[in-house]
């Protein structure tokens, strides 16, 4: 369950303001159809996650216990300080040809690439060498994050100041960074 548990709460928080979660918000206005556009969003996180998560995995299976601590330690300080960024989103003005569902698998998918959630992921996996449970946990992280986008964008953005999102979420990368630079310093 920590790697559920763990996994899930880093990746809510850190898709908060994120441009995914922007995109999320972008889709939902534009199609109107709340429930296909959370389908699709679910089926591209599940795939991209379930990627991330497998290199991972491969990569802690090859790299020795304490060396791999303070990897994880480097990226999740890293992803802390790349969270404390706003991200924005570049509005794509083409029209949508493949219905909702497609299009919000495809650019989200594509979106999530090279991501923090999607690198954190990696991480994630990486340090609890479990690829389906990291995946479980981020996957519902994520729909966590981008379900309220979805359903009720314009109420949340008017009451929650993202500041503190992003500062809580950089938090949460730093004590998983502190936590893997403990590990690596006792030996793994």
């Not at 939902?28 to 991972?56: Q, S």
């Not at 909702?100 to 090279?114: I, K, N, Q, R, W």
């Amino acid at each position: 369950m920590e790697a559920i548990i763990g996994s899930f709460i880093l990746v809510a928080a850190s898709e908060m303001g994120d441009k995914t979660q922007l995109l999320a918000f972008s889709l939902a206005t534009r199609f109107r159809k709340p429930w296909v556009v959370l389908a699709g969003i679910f089926v591209a996180t599940l795939a991209n996650h379930a990627l991330a998560a497998a290199v991972g995995d491969i990569v802690s299976s090859y790299v020795p216990p304490r060396v791999m601590a303070g990897i994880l330690a480097v990226l999740f300080i890293a992803f802390g300080l790349w969270t404390l960024k706003p991200d924005t989103i570049e509005d794509t003005a083409s029209p949508a040809r493949f219905g909702p569902f497609l299009t919000t698998v495809v650019l989200f998918f594509l979106a999530e690439m090279g991501d923090k959630t999607q690198l954190a992921t990696v991480v994630m996996a990486a340090r609890y060498q479990s690829l389906t449970l990291v995946t479980v946990g981020t996957t519902l992280g994520m729909m966590a994050a981008n379900g309220p986008a979805v359903f009720l964008g314009d109420k949340l953005a008017a009451k929650v100041q993202m500041k503190w999102v992003r500062w809580t979420a950089a938090a949460l990368f730093f004590f998983f960074g502190i936590v893997s630079l403990v590990a690596a310093v006792r030996g793994g």
